[in-house]
Structure formats: C-alpha cells, structure tokens
C-alpha cells in the first residue's frame, strides 16, 4: 500500500489526459462529419437501449447535435486541460447518454473511454502541462500518487489480456475470421502475397493471442517494455490499415504510453534535445514523503478491480453456452474482432381478428430499422428478442390484443453455411432472456469449428466482434 500512495511525476498522467482528450475530439468530429449522429440516433424508428436505461431518449434535432457538439468542447477542454474538472464530468456523462440510447452500437472502445474517463473524473490530471495550471499556478503540482497511473496500468492489463484470452475459440485458433477479412480487404497492402496460403491465417491467429497474453505482462517489465511497444504500434497501426475500428487502435497506443517512467515525457524531450546540442543531465526526482491513501480511496480501487476482472468471465456461468454464437456475455468482456457474423431473417406478427381468426403480417427489419441496425439485431439474439418486444407494442397500440412474434433467421458465424438462429416455433412476446443460463429459443450451433480451410469464407463478411 506504500507503493501506492508514494509521490511520482504527474507527467504521464498529463501526457495520457492530454491524449485521451485529443483522440474523442478527433472522434466528435469524425461523427458530424458523417452525419452519425441522424443515422444513429434519430432516424431509427426504435432503439435498443440498455436494459433498466428504457427511460432514455434522444433528444429532438438540433438538439441532439448540439449535445454532441458540447461533449467535443468538453473534450478539446479535457485535452488543454481547462476548467478541467467540470469538462471531464461533462465529457464522461454525455458520452455515456448517447452509449446508453443503443445496444445495437455497443463497441468496445465506447466502453473503453467511459472506463477512462470515469478514472480521469477522480485523479488530478490538469495540475500540469494544462490551461488550469497556467491561469491558476497555485494548483500546479509537480506529483502525484502512485495510485493514479496504477489504476490505469491495471485497467489496461485487463484488457489486453482478456483481448487475448478470449481469442482462444476454435475458430480463432484454426484462422477464421481472420481469412474473411484479410482476404477480402479493399487494400492487402505489401503483405498481400501472403493471404493466398491458408497457414498463414492460424500462423497470424496465434501470434495475436500470444502479443496480448504475453505482452501485456511485459509492459511491466522494464528490459522488455520499449521492444513490446514498439510491435503494439505496429499491431495497432495495422488494424487501421485493414480495419475500420474508429479511435481504438490510436486510443490504445495513447494508453499504453502510462507504462513508461511517469517523467517520460521530460525524458523523452531531453533525450531529442541531446541529439542536437549539449544539454545538462537530467535532474534527479525529488524525494518526497508520501502520505498514505484513505481505506475508503483504497477500497474503491480494490471493488473497481475486481468488477473489472470479475465481468468479462460472466460468460462462463452458462452453462453450454457458445457466446461466440448466442452473445450471452459478449459486451463488456474485450471480445473485440474475433466474430464474423451475418444473418437475415423476417418476423412474424400474429394476432386474432375482429372475426376471431388470426391475422398474420410478414415484416421485414428494415421497415422499422436502419439498415445498420438491422443488419447488428439480426446477429444478436437479445436485439432479436427487443425487437420482438417493440412489434408487440406497435401492434397493441393499433388495438391488437394477444399479440405473437415470431422470428425466422438465418445466421453465419465466421463463414459457415447459414443455419436456423431463433427457435421459428417460439412466440418471442413469452419469453424473456435470462440472467444466468442460456435461452432454450436460441438454436445450438451445429458446427463446431470453421477453420481458414473451410470454404475460404465464402459466405461474406458480416458484423465483427
């Protein structure tokens, strides 16, 4: 505990709030200029948010633009470190408004940079090398706890190994879905020769798995630490190239930075300024005597720990349970790019006449549906379900008493032939998900294993993980 509370340079810490802030305002920026915020939030008839958040609901244009447009002010504040803490309170509540309005856009690096900034909400990242500083000298402070960068190292070691972990599947292991996407890429770069061999996919599988299991801990290691760096930026850089995945890769290069010296930003300046002149040594850190952390401060460090490792692995109390396929524990445990999944489908609404007999309406998804929406509900078991649950309501509200839905969809999972998702047989509107076993509605996976050898991905790409 005295490791944590001892006093360290904040340089890091401000380097990493300097980065983060820099990256979401890249990020609101990106949105308007595509216009995501109308096709994501406003033009969906019916969105799937989160359960327990129903009452949420986008705001009437052009209001909703001009919430996102506070969240990038926010965030430009967060980056130059100005009015600092209310920006950061501004930028982790906003950002998670618009994450909580849909399940259907769930990424994992949305959930990433609501893990950040809730850590940032609490540590004094604006004390140096900000706006607040400047104008304010009295809060510059030169140090900070142990405890502020360790939280981050932790919650990043998290990731990177269960990111790792969760890649050990069948499919993984044996090159898909890997093949689909490379072998489909627009661009195969100067390594595209090599996506003609089929064991050049589980060759590549497998070195992901081991440069998140194995690296991660390196990071630790000091000896170890600029080499592994250096592959995860190449790694990251890659995905960008091959992948369109947002922040996420810059987002992850920025963080991994906290695992160096916390002055490596003096040092890093001091050593390219050596490159061209003479320069003194770098001054020693000062020594000061650290005060220990409050319990209450440690406890909470302790609880967000072990929430932090406790959640990804949720997965495992179903029993029997694919979540590659079914998605029961797929958010929130770092499954990120390990599915290629696609699927199409129609639902059925069924409900009694004025005469008594039953009147059947074939719907498809994207009557009520984005066609992104759509393509991600098809795919999910629980959306499905949602969506079941939204027709009934529509129905009934049209004066329609006892209504059915039913599904019939047709998934693929890393190129597989398609087969039966959703039990056809199953009135959606009498069934609810589960919390702690797998749904009977949800129809097994039939085929066990679907390698870089198996039909070379035919099927298509789909939604990634």
Known sequence: MNRLSQQVSIQSLAAFRFFFGALLVWDCWRFIRHDRITRYWVEPEILFPYPGFGWLKPLPEPYIHWLWLAMGVAAACVML?????????VLVAVFSYFFLLDRAEYLNHFYLVILF??????????????LDALIWPEWRRETVAYAAPFMLKA????????????????DWLAGQPLEIWLREAADPGPFGFLFQYDAFFPLISWTVIALHVLGAPLLLWERTR?????????????????FNIGIFPWMTIAATTIFFAPDWPQRLAHWLLARFQPVPPMPAPESRRARALPTAVLALMAVWLAVQVVLPIRGVIFPDSEIRWSGEGHRFSWRM????RDAYGTFFV????ADGVEQVWIVDP???????????????????????????????ASGHADVAVYADVQKSLNGRPYQQYIDPAVDLT??????????????????????ASDGHGDRGAGTGG
């Open 226 to 242: 600029l080499a592994v760096f250096a592959v995860y930026c190449v790694f990251h850089v890659s995905n960008s190239f091959y």
């Open 337 to 340: 790019r390990i599915y290629d």
């Open 430 to 451: 009498e069934v609810r998900p589960h919390p702690l076993r797998s749904n009977d509605w949800v129809r097994p996976l039939e085929i066990a294993t679907w390698g």
């Open 155 to 170: 919650q990043m070691e998290i990731m990177l190994i269960y990111a790792g972990l969760v890649k050990i599947t069948p």
């Open 350 to 353: 069924a409900a009694p006449g």
């Open 366 to 396: 994207t009557d009520h549906l984005s066609p992104r929406q759509a393509g991600k509900m098809l795919a999910r078991a629980d959306l499905i379900h949602a969506f079941a649950l939204a027709l009934e309501e529509k129905w009934a």
């Open 117 to 130: 900034g809730v850590l940032l909400m609490f540590m004094p990242a604006s004390r140096a090398y900000s």
């Open 81 to 89: 470190g100005l009015f600092y803490r209310l920006a950061i309170v």
